[in-house]
Nanobody, 115 residues
Framework: QAQLVESGGGLVQPGGSLRLSCAAS????????MGWYRQAPGKQRELVAT???????NYADSVKGRFTISRDNAKNTVYLQMNSLKPEDTAVYYC?????????WGQGTLVTVSS
């Protein structure tokens, strides 16, 4: 069964860093467009970053210069390196995978930025 499993969330102080991982149990992972979304309490889910199968990234303006999305196709894994974290980055972060009309979501991992 195709699934995405996130890990790496936790509590971090403002200015700190975290790296999220998403392991994908799918065929043809290398041609999926993978992404990270987040949902803060009381807010709608929003795009954080995506990366194509060819490795082209795209970022929300709010995280440009601070977050980096990457993928390792040999490991069927996508990463989100988050630096210079701010309290407003606090949210549940979801991994997303898209291929044609197929869309997968992970269960989410909580990131809390607080002193």
């Amino acid at each position: 069964q195709a699934q995405l499993v996130e890990s790496g969330g936790g509590l971090v102080q403002p200015g700190g860093s975290l790296r999220l991982s998403c392991a994908a149990s799918v065929n043809l992972f290398s041609i999926y467009t993978m992404g990270w979304y987040r949902q803060a309490p009381g807010k709608q889910r929003e795009l954080v970053a995506t990366i194509t199968g060819g490795g082209n990234p795209n970022y929300a303006d709010s995280v440009k210069g601070r977050f980096t999305i990457s993928r390792d196709n040999a490991k069927n894994t996508v990463y989100l390196q988050m630096n210079s974290l701010k309290p407003e980055d606090t949210a549940v972060y979801y991994c997303n995978g898209r291929l044609l009309n197929l869309e997968l979501w992970g269960q989410g991992t909580l990131v809390t930025v607080s002193s």
